[in-house]
């Protein structure tokens, strides 16, 4: 046993010198940065880099993911990003150097815009859009951007924490670094960190949450709120129809607090037109732009794989209504009549 506890500490102790010589040559850099490629929030990663907290295998697993990537280069390069225009005028889509099949979209904007009001007013926000919009890229985006100045932390729902109470807790008091074994415990002890530290708390998948895992996501922020810790929850559009249509109290008294709520409508037709220009995709005929804009319907998700599709199967040809048709046959299962 005494064994396996040096062999931890050892592990925690070598990160924490890798981390140092990493950011040592990266003046540019801070823990914060890499943090945002984690879960964890920044006072999390600050922490365990003074030796204030020894740091979970969670923590551990996660800081190291991070750290790996950016040495590799596949995040944190030298800042560089390209613009190009789009052909609705003067409207201009950015894209972030070396992080293929992103770029600032109005979604990204609208998504940033409730990250940063929810944290500077300790408010909740809502934010509703279909599958595949760009939701939880947008706030990676912001995470590295504007967020990087504020503690934060991405929650994920997953089968297992959407339906039972106590496990969100307890996973979520894991990625605040707190100890906890039972629901209760676990509780009161983010609440209590989270007084300490607050953060930013983003909940990512909420239109798979139960009412009892709403009431809990309520009720923090009840308890936190006034000293500072806003909440921002991503979701599907029926979780807007849950909440403004349901009898029940608690979603109800969820539903009281929010401070801001923005519905998404995916990629617009001109965004769409400058994303497929800048992915080197240049012939396409008018018909089977408009045919293709309708099957992505605003997902960022559709449009990318089916360009991917396109550049494997159709490269250096001419996209036509036809070409657009079998791509969403072979891709999506959709049986699409054309134009009209």
């Known amino acids: 046993m005494a064994a396996s506890v040096q062999s931890i500490d050892g592990i925690r102790t070598d990160l924490r010198e890798e981390i140092r010589d990493f950011l040592a040559v990266r003046p540019d850099l801070t823990i914060q940065d890499l943090v945002k490629y984690t879960t964890l929030c920044s006072s999390a990663g600050r922490n365990f880099l003074n030796g204030h907290m020894p740091g979970s295998m969670d923590t551990l697993v996660q800081l190291r993911r991070a750290l790996e990537l950016a040495r590799e280069g596949d995040v944190l390069p030298t800042p560089q990003q390209r613009a190009v225009l789009t052909e609705e005028h003067r409207k201009r889509v950015q894209r972030v150097a070396r992080r293929r099949e992103f770029y600032e979209t109005e979604t990204v904007k609208v998504v ?14 809502i934010v509703t859009g279909d599958f595949g919009v760009g939701k ?19 929650f994920e729902f997953n089968t297992f924490t959407c339906g039972n109470a106590a496990d969100f807790c307890r996973e979520l008091a894991k990625q605040l670094s707190v100890d906890a074994a039972g629901g209760a415990a ?27 895992v709403a009431q809990a996501i309520r009720q923090i922020w009840d308890a936190t709120h006034e000293y500072g810790v806003g909440v921002v929850m991503l979701a599907a559009p029926v979780l807007m129809a849950r909440m403004m249509g349901s009898r029940i109290a ?8 929010v401070g801001i709520w923005a519905q998404l409508t995916g990629l617009g037709r001109g965004e769409m037109a400058a994303i497929v220009k800048q992915e080197g995709i240049a012939d396409v005929d008018e018909r089977a732009f408009e045919v293709w804009s309708r ?21 250096g040809r001419r996209i036509t209504e036809k070409t657009i048709v079998g791509v969403a046959s072979h891709l999506w299962g959709m049986q699409l009549r054309g134009a009209e």
Not at 250 to 257: H, V
């Open 186 to 212: 676990a509780f009161r002890a983010v609440v209590e960190r989270l007084r300490e530290e607050p953060a930013l708390l983003i909940f990512d998948q909420c239109e798979t949450t139960g009412v009892r």
């Open 295 to 315: 099957a992505c319907g605003g997902s960022m998700r559709r449009l990318m794989r089916s360009i991917d599709l396109l550049r494997a199967g159709h490269a």
């Open 112 to 125: 940033a815009k409730v990250c940063d009001y929810c944290a500077a007013n300790a408010t909740i926000g």
């Open 136 to 154: 939880t890229d947008a706030v990676s985006a912001w995470r590295r951007a504007e967020g990087r100045r504020v503690d934060c932390i991405m």
């Open 250 to 257: 608690d979603l109800g008294a969820l539903t009281s607090r």
